[in-house]
């Protein structure tokens, strides 16, 4: 069943429902399977891995392999900052982001559904992922992208993969409220993070992390924070494998923000249970450029209930990070992924991350997703006449 988060009134799995019909609040998957950890014992790695966990008829799936996604220690970030990092690599997945997660679980329930039409707003990658996997499901589909503010390598996959793609002049959050009212009229099913079962695909996320450590909690999950989907959804899933005994321990949830689209961060400043939008968001970090995120509520109970934090960065932090784990560690991530890197060497230097604490980071989104902004932080290469004497004069000059 589904469960409204405030009001605890309940829902039928099979019914098409956003938000609370009584309260407005938003919605959450219960899912309480009994099993025991070993049937998770020489599966294939990838999210299905754990479909015991996942409210979907398994006969229906759609999947493109998503997840089980390289779980990489950097040693050497590690070492300078004096605690244990490890960074998950969402990049890996099928469409490049960890969207795929959610998607694939979205896109089974609308194959359930038996909806012929899917959509949703996007800043970008939930486009590219919706395009691909309604394209595998064979579903028309429509995205709504913030003119002029959405990454080249995005927009050529949502594009490429067959959905209609129209550009709102407005941002995110006014694509958003415009695609939710074309869904409540029946005409689409709504496949953005408002949406739970997506939550239940990104739970995942969490799974693989105290799967990876050998059935441990780290000491503290950081991540980028736009709509807050994910820092829920990884929360839930960690709680869910605490509650039936897999793990003891559970992880400090913390969030990052870009300083120009804040709102989490600035509530829990103040020691806030709810938000005050930003109106004007702004960030190079195009992903996480959200101004009334909706899975606010969530993430904030995700933030208090686990000892969390929320912290912001600025653009230059966030592009100085980028280089820096491409550079040192040689994984390549988009801006907005960098957040979670950002965040992490000001936690560390203001001492709200402690020395010696087991920290996993979790990149969200490839390196080539955003080129222009990798190209721009780079010097143009050198042309030169193709002799060895040309060669050799540049390289040792
Ligand atoms: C969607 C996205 C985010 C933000 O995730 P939310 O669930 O909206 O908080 C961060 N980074 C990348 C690369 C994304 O695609
Ligand atoms: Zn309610």
């Not at 609040?25 to 966990?53: A, G, N, Q």
């Not at 919706?130 to 028309?140: D, F």
């Amino acid at each position: 069943m589904m469960k409204c988060i405030t009001c605890g009134e309940e829902y039928d799995l099979g019914e098409i429902i956003y938000t609370c019909s009584k309260c407005g609040s938003t919605l959450e998957v219960i899912c309480r399977p009994d099993v025991s950890r070993d049937i998770f014992e020489c599966r294939k790695s990838t999210m299905w891995k754990y479909k015991e966990f996942m409210p979907v008829n398994e006969s229906k799936i759609v999947s493109l392999e998503e997840g089980g996604t390289p779980f990489c220690k950097c040693q050497k970030i590690g070492d300078k900052l004096g605690i244990d990092l490890y960074v998950k690599v969402e990049g890996s997945n099928p469409t490049g982001s960890f969207k795929d997660r959610g998607m694939s679980v979205g896109i089974t329930k609308a194959v359930e559904l038996g909806v012929d039409t899917v959509g949703c707003a996007s800043t970008g990658n939930t486009s590219a992922s919706l395009a691909a996997y309604a394209a595998r499901a064979g579903k028309r589909c429509i995205v709504l992208l913030p003119s002029g503010k959405v990454a080249l390598g995005k927009l050529a996959q949502a594009m490429f993969h067959g959905a209609e793609v129209i550009s709102i002049k407005g941002n995110f959050d006014e694509a958003l409220e415009t695609v939710t009212s074309l869904a409540l009229e029946g005409q689409l099913y709504l496949l953005n993070s408002i949406n739970p079962f997506r939550l239940e695909g990104q739970k995942s996320i969490g799974f693989e992390v105290v799967d990876d450590l050998g059935w441990k909690s780290p000491d503290r999950i950081i991540l980028p924070v736009g709509n807050a989907g994910n820092i829920s959804a990884i929360w839930k899933g960690v709680s869910e494998f605490h509650e039936a005994g897999f793990i003891d321990d559970l992880p400090m949830m913390t969030g990052i923000q870009a300083e120009g689209a804040a709102p989490i961060a600035n509530a829990v400043r103040k020691g806030k249970n709810s938000i005050e939008p930003v109106n004007n968001p702004e960030t190079i970090a195009t992903a996480i450029r959200i101004g009334a995120p909706v899975s606010a509520q969530k993430a904030l109970r995700a933030i208090y209930d686990s000892n969390g934090i929320a912290e912001t960065v600025t653009d230059d932090e966030i592009l100085n990070a980028q280089k820096l784990l491409a550079r040192t560690e040689g994984i390549g991530v988009e801006p907005a992924s960098a957040a979670s890197i950002a965040g992490l060497l000001k936690l560390v230097e203001n001492g709200e991350v402690d020395k010696g604490e087991q920290v996993v980071c979790i990149v969200t989104g490839h390196l080539l997703k955003d080129p222009n902004t990798a190209i721009n932080a780079c010097t143009k290469p050198v042309e030169i006449d193709a002799n060895v004497k040309a060669l050799s004069k540049i390289i040792n000059s």
